[in-house]
């Protein structure tokens, strides 16, 4: 059973560069969430997706950064017009359906962006 | 808000010395407390989910424990391939969102 997968796993742009980050699922698994990592920090929420869905986007910055998860392939994590601070690691991870109770969330690799 | 404090930030030990990691949180209404590992340049490694106080989970060397405040993450005679930061999450209301702590990095030495 294949885990969390994302890619790339380092990634670098140039600052006003848009940014591509992609997270498929545990087979079975039909939510997802974005995290991200500075340096010496937690990690941060940033958005819970179902499929077709954004469920809670309420870590997520207001402008510059969106995500998807389309009923079909990955989910998505873009960002627009990169810069200097958004260089930190993106973790995806995912968890089967929690009905009722919270189900553990299974982290991917992370993608390591750096804008230059 | 959801908050999590860990401590220690960071935490050395000799091989086979063991000793506790606290996790203490501050939520409206726990619905689950996760502990999870992670070495340097990987995501989180699941390893426990404890959902109401006096609650115990135990793998390998390690034990995790709850009360109404805080979790304990005990290790009995760690190896030096326990060396890892370990992190504590808490869930609750509604929604799955996780709010997690700073982590505590372990070091083994043999």
């Known amino acids: 059973n294949a885990g969390v997968m994302q890619n790339p796993r380092h990634l670098v742009r140039r600052r006003g560069q848009e940014a591509r980050l992609r997270c498929s699922p545990m087979k079975g698994h039909s939510h997802v969430y974005w995290y991200r990592q500075l340096p010496e920090e937690g990690l941060k929420f940033m958005v819970y997706?179902?499929?077709?869905?954004?469920?809670?986007e309420s870590g997520m910055p207001k402008e510059r950064f969106s995500a998807e998860f389309p009923k079909e392939g990955p989910s998505i994590l873009r960002i627009q017009q990169v810069v200097r601070g958004d260089s930190a690691a993106y973790f995806c991870?995912?968890?089967?359906?929690?009905?009722?109770?919270?189900?553990?969330?299974?982290f991917g690799p992370g993608t390591r962006l750096t804008v230059t | 808000e959801d908050q999590v404090t860990q401590s220690p930030e960071a935490l050395r030990l000799q091989e086979g010395e063991s000793s506790s990691l606290n996790c203490s949180y501050t939520v409206s209404g726990l619905r689950g407390l996760f502990w999870y590992r992670q070495d340097p340049g990987k995501g989180p490694e699941f390893l426990f989910t404890l959902y109401s106080a006096g609650e115990e989970k135990e793998k390998e060397r390690l034990k995790a424990t709850l009360t109404k405040k805080e979790s304990f993450l005990h290790i009995t005679a760690p190896k030096p391939e326990d060396s890892a930061t370990y992190l504590c999450a808490v869930t609750s209301g509604g929604y799955q969102k996780v709010t997690f702590g700073t982590g505590t990095k372990l070091q083994v030495i043999p």
């Open positions: 991870a995912s968890s089967p359906p929690s009905n009722p109770d919270p189900y553990e969330q299974y």
């Open positions: 997706l179902q499929k077709e869905n954004i469920i809670d």
